[in-house]
């Protein structure tokens, strides 16, 4: 793991200096070492297979692609239209260098890819962008692409993270106001969730848990990630895992 963490630095740190046409967050050691850890855990649950036929859903500023594409995986990437880095021609040419295909989709139009045509599917840090009304169809959208046995890999950022919870208690909201901010014609975080509240729509569109965890994302917390509250999380998160950041959940298509 620690090999794969230095090479996702490595591959951070490149993509930062590409004219992305928006700014990025400083890359200051401890932002490249949680996310690197956090794609890492992604990979890691995907067990990336040789030949694959995989299909990420959000390819943001295209790590994962990237990583899948050079452990041999045939690699598509979805991306929002309005995004502007997606017609970069920087971004655009290190996809395509890395044997990424890169496809624009509005979801809410469905995925423009046939019924079964992936043997696995990564939707990592998308459904807390979505409108609320949107998940069911997103699901059974997921399930339409992936065949049989196919592998499904979600992640989003933990509702019951230990921050949320002194939100709570103090009387502040844990949710993201009702107007939310703007992203091009996407979304910051609408809406965040308990694994507990999805787990029904994936299993009513066929598809059993093999596996569920949850990461420490410093990040999601307040102003400031070095903050005594963010250190206790990571220490929590030992014993009690559901304090966790983010969850991460892989699942196979029944």
């Not at 962008?129 to 059974?140: D, F, I, K, N, T």
């Not at 196919?150 to 709570?168: D, H, K, Y």
Request: proline content about 8%; aromatic content about 10%; some cysteine.
């Amino acid at each position: 793991m620690r090999g794969m963490r230095d090479e996702i630095e490595r591959l951070m740190v490149e993509v930062a200096g590409l004219d992305l046409g928006e700014p990025l967050p400083p890359l200051d050691p401890l932002f490249l070492q949680v996310w690197a850890e956090h794609y890492a855990r992604i990979v890691r649950l995907s067990a990336p297979q040789e030949g694959s036929l995989t299909l990420e859903v959000g390819a943001g500023y295209g790590i994962i692609p990237i990583l899948l594409s050079r452990r041999g995986e045939r690699v598509v990437a979805t991306e929002h239209p309005s995004r502007g880095y997606l017609f970069k021609e920087g971004y655009r040419r290190l996809l395509e260098a890395n044997g990424v295909l890169l496809v624009a989709n509005e979801l809410s139009e469905g995925l423009p890819f046939g019924s079964g045509s992936f043997s696995k599917v990564l939707y990592c840090d998308v459904v807390e962008h979505l409108p609320p009304s949107w998940v069911e169809a997103q699901v059974r959208e997921l399930g339409r692409v992936l065949a049989p046995n196919g592998i499904l890999v979600v992640s989003t950022p933990n509702l019951a993270r230990l921050w949320n919870r002194l939100c709570l208690l103090s009387g502040r909201p844990v949710n993201p106001p009702i107007q939310v901010r703007k992203v091009g014609e996407t979304f910051d975080h609408i809406r965040e969730y308990l694994w507990e509240e999805l787990a029904p729509i994936f299993e009513n569109a066929g598809f059993s848990v093999e596996g569920l965890e949850y990461g420490w994302i410093p990040h999601f917390n307040g102003k400031s990630p070095t903050s005594p509250i963010n250190r206790v999380n990571r220490l929590l998160l030992r014993a009690f895992p559901s304090f966790g950041d983010e969850f991460y959940v892989r699942m196979v298509k029944r």
